[in-house]
């Protein structure tokens, strides 16, 4: 039976675990739940996700999701935030088309994991590029950064400034197909030698 082949390993599991049927009704809900929403996992048998006050936008994503994987057979992955107990938390979810069972009709598995200390990292790692890029966007020396192909990667108001190019318009764009003037010039062997060798290198030139 699909309902009790796997709860002895989903009851032990730190993630949430339930299992739907295909009008969006929960069959089984793991001690997880509880955790997570501060409601016991018998309150969500035979309960709908809007029947257990879920936001209606929300709700929209999981019925369409679910729909997706009982149609199509594939497994969906998807990411959401919901207040519980403990605040706001952000949840990756991978829900998935169990196997036919005969004289049993079709069930959908959906395993839930807590992401929040991972996109709060994410978040601070973000907010720390912004900062940087805000640091070296202020500089009043030129500054680029160039990929290993020789594609721009940043560029900076004062380098734009000195080029007479708008720095959005460079990103991506290959250095010496954009100034085919450098080539054979100093600074491309400086250019190669502090990408070859990871030197840092000094040069004075006219430009």
Known sequence: ???????????????????????????????????????????????????????????????????????TGRSERLEFSYPGPQGERHWESVVTLEPAVAGEGPTALVISRDISDRKQAEQERERLSRHVVALLDGMSDAFVSLDRQWCYRFVNRKAGELFGRDPASLLGKHIWTEFPEGVGQPFQRAYERAMNEGVAMRLEEYY
């Open 1 to 71: 039976m699909p309902l009790i082949r796997s709860t002895a390993l989903a009851d032990n599991l730190p993630d949430v675990v339930v299992r739907f049927d295909p009008e969006g009704r929960h069959l089984y809900a793991n001690p997880g739940v509880e955790r997570a929403t501060g409601l016991p996992p018998e309150a969500f048998i035979g309960r709908t996700n809007a029947e257990l006050g879920m936001p209606a936008d929300k709700v929209a994503v999981w019925m369409e999701t679910l729909r997706r994987v009982f149609a």
